[in-house]
């Protein structure tokens, strides 16, 4: 082994950790090892950038524009959903047309693009036969996938394969070599689906199922129902005159303000800036619990002469200054006061900015590099954070800072816990009073003992004083609290409205959405979209609480309230695919002509040797825009440019393992195992070393990592490469045994209620299937060529 070996292995064993533990975006490592051979000098140049002149490249962003072309103008959606009028009621038969019409779309469009298209579709149609999500959703998926298989252009490990030949100065293959194999495997697999692999798919009604699915369900499905009451404000109540914000009504424990009643005119959704007027009813989606722990604290008594508690505090408490690091992680987060003091064990005071100073509502500051916080803690913890990678400039806080520029004098109050209170027994972090009204507990006072900084999972007994930071009037809000009138029995009006004017949504993310892993507070659905986000259903169960402390992922299924307006306009949004969108504009008609001419002509062209299939096209992407099927603004947005970047990245990989002989020598590793069984053992062993892969690696790296391996082991056997090289297409792009091994694996995952075993159930008996198939027709439609 060579140092140039060792060192393509090395760069090969870093990127396969990147991608399986996904530390990296995977575009952004395969631009990093691009990066790196053309450093080391394993690559020159004009090798390290030849991934994105590469004619396999662009025919993948090509066929993204021609895919979107023919979505848009509602060629695929008309075949799709007249092919499945046909389909019946019956399970078997829905699975099977299912399976073919993604199939068949897919041949000649984006498998991704073929499954987001037909996911409406298929969840209607369950809705209407009643037959739960779960099983028919993962054949749509697996549908598409099969349906890559068939064609050149259908999925992108086949183009790569064709361009690894090409680049070997060797005869690649036509738009149709594929057919042959692909068509026995897509039919072998959707029989095996339809009447064996059915009954490994989970029967669950009472998750993203069927029948509840509908509009009028989807409360009852997310679990909705049961958190839907009502609120009254009375004539005399402190938070008359006080904006819905303020009063905390909503922020508090996460409710969520659905409708306002005033005078028998009901407002949506009603504006944070509302201001709240006595006989006002609400409409409230939550958790009602909740709600009631936080309203009693709403008895506490404000202690206004308590010097005893405050002198003994500032005599033992060790108060220091941080700065906010430039490297920081904590920077443009939101300072949540549990979380902080968990992670660090100290209350925050204060942050200053520069002159600027904020000693109260400092949870809604987004951190800067920079900022001073002012920290109380004991000497422990403060000892931790000269460690920590995180602050900078730690300093202690001496009496003049504190009342010249601090000013904590003026945010510090006692309260007292009434001996006979509910409170009693109850920590402070569960009633979220620290996060909901920005209060931190500096200090108890309980039978003549002080305890600093207590856990906020300790518990509070009737009878405590208690030193808390953050502004006194706010108690004035919360016994506002203690004054609503509750009513868990939703009015008349209220539901005649919801069914006229207020909608449910249910939406799950566009597999090129790049919103996937943004906390959802960072997305603000309300301030973006005019619409509510109430409930996310996740690996099979819905969560409905703390909504703002998770990130979106793919799988995902987002249930969004708010008025019909709001969800027209929402429904067309790139990032998400709707699940259940009102009517809404139908595809350009108009022009389905231009768009089916389009790419018949791309098709015919190809055939006929008239272009190389790159150029056929880009022209025919070309044409689309200047038919107007598709705007350039649409076009770029069609193309998935991560999947570009990852194939551009990887290829001078590929190339390094051919110059450097790496491929010679993994596949000389390879025919020291297998190759005394013969050819095809050897193709076999390969096959399915690359269908298990595709668990862990993109299929388009993969692809990029095993050719140069095939073409070294074939030359080695002294047969031609296509087979083999065949072979592996067929097992990169038969992704089914996990949701993560292909995007449209996951887009289904949220709408199906599927698991991560799920997959495994149905894809590993399937990836076997379809690798006895490929190997039974391989020796038919392309046996092995011996080269003398």
Aim: hydrophobic fraction near 50%; charge should be negative; include cysteine.
């Amino acid at each position: 082994m060579t140092w140039e070996i060792a060192l393509v292995l090395g760069i090969l064993l870093v990127a396969l950790i990147l991608f399986i533990t996904e530390w990296l975006r995977m575009d952004v490592v395969a631009l990093a090892v691009l990066g790196v051979l053309a450093i080391t000098g394993l690559v020159n140049a004009s090798d390290a950038l030849s991934g994105f002149s590469n004619p396999a490249v662009i025919t993948v962003w090509a066929m993204f524009i021609l895919s979107d072309g023919l979505t848009r103008t509602g060629i695929a959606d008309i075949l799709g959903t007249q092919v499945l009028k046909v389909a019946g009621q019956r399970e078997v038969t829905l699975t099977i047309v299912i399976m073919l019409t993604a199939g068949g779309l897919s041949a000649f469009m984006n498998n991704i693009g073929v499954a987001a298209l037909m996911l409406p579709v298929v969840v209607d149609i369950c809705r209407r036969t009643e037959i739960p999500a779960s099983r028919l959703l993962m054949p749509l998926a697996y549908g598409s996938l099969l349906g890559g298989l068939t064609t050149l252009i259908g999925t992108p490990p086949n183009l790569l394969i064709d361009s690894a030949l090409d680049a070997a100065g060797l005869q690649g293959f036509s738009l149709f070599d594929f057919a042959p194999v692909g068509l026995g495997v897509m039919l072998v697999g959707t029989a095996f689906v339809a009447f064996f692999g059915r009954h490994m798919l989970p029967n669950r009604p009472t998750g993203m199922g069927s029948k509840q699915r509908s509009q009028r369900n989807l409360r009852a499905l997310y679990g909705l129902q049961e958190r839907t009451f009502m609120m009254r404000i009375p004539e005399d109540s402190l938070l008359v005159g006080k904006s819905l914000a303020a009063s905390r009504i909503g922020s508090a424990v996460g409710l969520i303000i659905v409708a306002l009643d005033r005078c028998d005119k009901i407002e949506a959704l009603p504006s944070r800036k509302t201001i709240l007027e006595g006989g006002d009813k609400l409409l409230v989606q939550g958790r009602l619990d909740r709600f009631e722990e936080l309203r009693r604290w709403g008895e506490v008594v404000i202690e206004r002469e308590a010097p005893l508690l405050k002198t003994l505090v500032n005599e033992r408490v060790n108060l220091v200054e941080a700065g906010i690091a430039d490297d920081s992680a904590l920077v443009k987060d939101l300072l949540n006061h549990t979380d902080f003091r968990r992670r660090f064990g100290v209350n925050v005071l204060a942050i200053r900015r520069r002159e600027l100073v904020r000693r109260v509502n400092i949870s809604n500051v987004p951190l800067r590099c920079g900022d001073c916080l002012l920290m109380q803690g004991n000497q422990e913890a403060l000892d931790k954070l000269e460690r920590s990678p995180e602050f900078t400039n730690i300093k202690a806080v001496d009496e003049e800072q504190l009342t010249e520029v601090y000013r904590l004098q003026e945010s510090v109050f006692v309260i007292r816990i009434p001996r006979n209170s509910k409170l009693g027994g109850q920590s402070l972090a569960k009633s979220r009073l620290g996060d909901a009204f920005d209060f931190r507990l500096l200090a108890t006072f309980r039978e003549n003992v002080l305890q600093l900084m207590p856990e906020p999972d300790e518990l509070l007994l009737g009878g405590d004083l208690m030193l808390l930071q953050g502004r006194p009037e706010d108690l004035d809000e919360l016994r506002g609290l203690q004054e609503l009138e509750i009513d868990s029995d939703v009015s008349p009006q209220f539901n005649t409205y919801e069914s006229d004017r207020l909608g449910l949504l249910e939406a799950t993310l566009n597999p090129q959405s790049e919103l996937a892993g943004q906390s959802i507070s960072d997305i603000n659905f309300r301030e973006k979209y005019g619409l509510e986000l109430v409930a996310i259903w996740r690996s099979g169960q819905a969560i409905r609480s703390e909504l703002d402390r998770l990130t979106l992922e793919f799988g995902d299924a987002l249930l969004l309230i708010g008025p019909r307006k709001k969800i027209n306009v929402f429904s067309k949004e790139q990032d998400f695919i709707a699940l259940t969108a009102p009517a809404k504009p139908g595809p350009d008609l108009y022009r389905a002509p231009r768009a089916g001419i389009i790419m018949l002509g791309v098709i015919i062209s190809v055939l006929m040797g008239w272009l190389p299939i790159a150029i056929a096209a880009v022209l025919g992407a070309t044409c689309m825009v200047i038919s107007g099927c598709l705007n350039m603004e649409q076009a770029y947005r069609a193309i998935d440019w991560r999947a570009v970047f990852l194939i551009a990245g990887m290829l001078p990989l590929g190339i390094a393992m051919q110059d450097s002989g790496t491929a010679t020598f993994v596949a000389g590793q390879v025919m020291s195992l297998l190759g005394d069984m013969g050819p095809w053992t050897v193709i076999a062993g390969l096959y399915l070393l690359t269908a298990l892969a595709t668990m862990i690696i993109p299929t388009a790296a993969l692809v990029v990592l095993m050719s140069p391996i095939v073409l070294s082991a074939t030359a080695e056997m002294g047969i031609a490469p296509q087979t083999a090289m065949m072979a592996i297409a067929m097992a990169a792009s038969a992704s089914f045994t996990s949701p993560i091994s292909h995007p449209a694996n996951i887009l289904v995952m949220g709408p199906g209620g599927y698991k991560f075993s799920d997959y495994i159930k149905l894809g590993v008996p399937l990836t076997l299937i379809v690798f006895v198939t490929v190997m039974f027709l391989l020796p038919i439609f392309w046996p092995i060529v011996y080269i003398k």
